[in-house]
């Protein structure tokens, strides 16, 4: 399912899983403030796959948990090639 809506956040906590490709705090807020691409990828929890590009213009995924107390990132790395058609899919 695709969903077309802008995706904006107050706080988005970051957990230290996010951290385990070294990508910066302020990169991942950069990525979801831009985001390109938003994609449901799982509903049980409920988790979203977030294309956008870092400070450098570098495209990021990120994997969002949806939280009763709010949103954390639980994954965060260079986009890897695999989602290259989620980016054409736009158009």
Known sequence: ?????????????????ASRHDVEAADIDH??????????IDDDPLRWLVLGPD????????VVLDRPRGPAVIHAMPMRTKYEPLLNKRR
């Open 55 to 62: 400070r450098s213009a570098r495209l990021l995924e990120l």
């Open 31 to 40: 990525a979801i403030n831009h985001a390109v691409v938003l994609e449901e």
């Open 1 to 17: 399912m695709r969903y077309w809506f802008v995706l904006r956040y107050w706080r988005v906590e970051i957990l230290p899983s």
